[in-house]
């Protein structure tokens, strides 16, 4: 996401899904990217634009906010 700034839901399915388990079916791997995204969406981490104009939301680093650090 540092390298591209914005990612749209299916590049992220399409790239971790690639490093998960072969026991997983697809719904399940799709399932564990979402609520990876949602996770760090609370954390503060990315944060979604356009998620009120579209069904497909883009994701994007949050600007960290003063006195805080993204590892």
Do not use: C, H
């Not at 399915?13 to 399932?31: A, F, P, V, W």
Request: no cysteine; proline share 4%; glycine share 6%.
């Amino acid at each position: 996401m540092k390298q591209f700034g914005t990612t749209a839901l299916r590049k992220f399915i399409g790239l971790l899904t690639l490093y998960l388990s072969t026991t997983l079916n697809e719904r399940q791997k799709r399932d564990f990217v979402r609520n990876l995204l949602q996770e760090t969406r609370r954390d503060g981490t990315i944060r979604p634009v356009q998620a009120r104009t579209t069904k497909r939301p883009v994701w994007e680093l949050a600007r960290p906010t003063a006195g805080a650090t993204i590892s």
